[in-house]
């Protein structure tokens, strides 16, 4: 074994591992860290947004330096149903990630352009051959799919438009499901970030992962157009295909005499993310500040640890893996936003603890309670089906 070049290195610098990377150098200052990365910069090219009750208020440092806008409050829109909402939403940029990181970390500990050959529990040799030796290594790299696992996908375009006269949103719209029902539940998601300025995206609750950009450019285009907006220009793209989960084996998608020789896992590269709505800052912020607690830091230690943790947090999600099964095999693709309008028509409480995943059983019931939104024999027979394959993007 080769001289020990730092105490813990943490692989992808994207949302999961930027935040344990930032949490450690706040609360474990002693320890060296290398932070490794694919890309030139850090945390790709992102919107994360999310619920100020998502956080906890003990965890708030660790996200305010992130926020790019905040509101108020936010509004969803359905054929039937229209409602404003008190939860204050905030937006957390990649460009703010990289800024905090390259602020926080020294240079030394920052590894862009680096591609990862092999790694173990305390050891990485990069493409090029160099192996860096650690105490311990973390694996945050994120997941194409998730092996042993079943569902759709969360898909989407979002862009950054410059209108040439003021929006006049004054908070987002979380979801405006009066848009054509094609490929699925499908709704269209706008940030203001400027009087000028509003990330428009348009999002699919889809059977399938394809993407066909022209249609969603298109689309956008037409939305923007339906609101009277006239686009300027397009200031920053993005899209994403993220797995919805609806059953799995998680002993198969991570077995355990894996965590005897394999790196720890974070961020979707151990399903530590909402199953039916496909969230990550929550959890990437509660893991962090977990990996901050332990004692002992060692790759052992820190691969059975995040083992434990994400095996919990399988379990606690049955919940809305059933609520998936039933979205995507209840009701046609075109009626599955009736289940998302019933749900937007619930306490204001209830959502919030929905979308933070820490339902309470009282909510659970009221979930579920009152006529369904779907035919009730397809809603039972949707809790046997779990549908496709998640293990890739192919």
């Not at 399988?314 to 919940?319: D, P």
Request: with cysteine; charged share 20%.
């Amino acid at each position: 074994m080769g001289t020990r070049n730092c105490d813990i290195a943490i692989l992808g610098g994207g949302l999961a591992g930027g935040l344990i990377a930032l949490a450690l150098t706040r609360l474990r200052p002693e320890l060296s860290l290398r932070l490794i990365e694919h890309g030139e910069r850090f945390g790709g090219n992102h919107v994360w947004s999310s619920f100020a009750s998502d956080i906890d208020a003990d965890d708030a440092w660790l996200v305010d330096p992130l926020i790019a806008a905040r509101w108020d409050g936010y509004d969803v829109h359905f054929p039937g149903h229209s409602r404003r909402l008190t939860t204050p939403y905030r937006s957390v940029t990649s460009e703010r990630l990289d800024a905090a990181l390259r602020a926080a970390l020294p240079a030394e500990a920052l590894l862009t352009g680096s591609d990862v050959a092999e790694a173990g529990q305390d050891f990485v040799t990069l493409t090029g051959g160099h192996t860096l030796h650690a105490g311990g290594v973390i694996d945050a790299r994120g997941a194409a799919g998730l092996p042993h696992m079943a569902g759709g996908w969360q898909k989407f375009l979002g862009r950054m438009l410059r209108l040439e006269q003021p929006h006049g949103l004054s908070r987002p719209i979380v979801m405006d499901a009066r848009v054509d029902q094609i490929d699925g539940y499908r709704f269209v998601y706008c940030l203001p970030f400027s009087a000028t300025e509003v990330f428009v995206e348009d999002t699919y609750y889809a059977d399938g992962p394809e993407l066909d950009l022209a249609s969603l450019r298109r689309r956008i285009d037409e939305y923007a157009a339906g609101q009277g907006w006239r686009i300027a220009d397009v200031s920053r793209e993005e899209t994403g295909v993220l797995p919805v989960i609806a059953k799995g084996d998680f002993p198969a998608f991570w077995p355990s005499q894996s965590i005897t020789d394999s790196p720890a896992r974070a961020g979707a590269r151990a399903a530590l993310i909402h199953p039916l709505t496909s969230y990550s800052l929550p959890d990437a912020v509660r893991f962090a500040r977990h990996i901050c607690r332990l004692p002992n830091l060692s790759g052992a230690a820190l691969a059975r640890a995040s083992y434990d943790w994400a095996g919990s947090h399988w379990r606690q999600g049955s919940f809305y893996r059933m609520l998936t099964r039933m979205l995507f095999g209840a009701a046609a693709p075109d009626r599955r936003y009736r289940m998302l309008e019933r749900f937007y028509r619930l306490p204001e409480p209830l959502i919030e603890r929905f979308y933070a995943g820490m339902s309470t059983p009282a909510d659970r019931l009221r979930v579920l309670a009152g006529k369904p939104p779907v035919p009730v024999v397809a809603a039972l027979a949707s809790l046997t089906g779990g549908g496709r394959p998640l293990a890739s993007l192919g």
